[in-house]
């Protein structure tokens, strides 16, 4: 069993920053892959970023350029980096935790990140 908070989001301008971070504990969490989602009411839960245990990383495109995903394994943190905010980055953002072993996933509680134009 793999636990997930989230903190660091917020109300923020277009064109500012926010970082969230992503605490995991549990058994074996280090070696998952860590991700960030995020869903706006009666839309899907969409990729925004992932890295996996090795750094590997992938962004959605919308993102790219604009967002950093990071992990600090001693720390058992993940983060998300957004700078260059723009008003259609709102939603809540969902911390996610991937086994590759079991292809269990892990939720965070979901943060809200608000932009205003």
């Known amino acids: 069993q793999v636990q997930l908070v989230e903190s660091g989001g917020g109300l923020v301008q277009a064109g500012g920053s926010l970082r969230l971070s992503c605490a995991a504990s549990?058994?074996?969490?280090?070696?998952?892959?860590m991700g960030w989602y995020r869903q706006a009411p009666g839309k899907q839960r969409e990729l925004v970023a992932t890295v996996t245990s090795g750094g590997s990383t992938i962004y959605a495109d919308s993102v790219k350029g604009r967002f950093t995903i990071s992990r600090d394994n001693a720390k058992n943190t993940a983060y998300l980096q957004m700078n260059s905010l723009k008003p259609e980055d709102t939603d809540v953002y969902y911390c996610?935790?991937?086994?590759?072993?079991?292809?269990?996933?892990?939720w965070g509680q979901g943060t809200q990140v608000t932009v205003s134009s």
């Open positions: 549990g058994r074996g969490s280090g070696l998952y892959t």
């Open positions: 996610n935790a991937h086994s590759t072993h079991t292809y269990k996933d892990y």
